[in-house]
């Protein structure tokens, strides 16, 4: 019997590239910048753009686009500190979607 790849939800190669494409629209970041971004590049605290008032609206978009429900605890500043965290949390989030 196939494998319904839905129930498995999206795969990392597509948050990965949904998650830039939030971050090029919640923060007006310029796509080629944020297409370098790797794990260890630094979000919270290291871009202008992305300040206290800009995380809602990048949590708001992570939650329309990547279909997921983000708690207020579940914010911390590990998850926002770099890319990779980010992308990680994006990840455990989407899976127990």
Known sequence: ?????????????EIDAK???ILVDALGLD????????????????????DSMAVAGLLTEMEDQLDIVIDDEDVDGEMLETYGG??????????SA
């Open 1 to 13: 019997m196939p494998v319904d790849q839905h129930h498995l939800g999206p795969s990392r190669v």
């Open 19 to 21: 998650l830039r494409a």
């Open 31 to 50: 796509a080629a910048r944020v297409a370098g971004f790797d794990n260890d590049t630094g979000l919270f605290g290291h871009l202008p753009e992305l």
């Open 86 to 95: 980010l992308l990680a949390f994006a990840e455990a989030k989407a899976a």
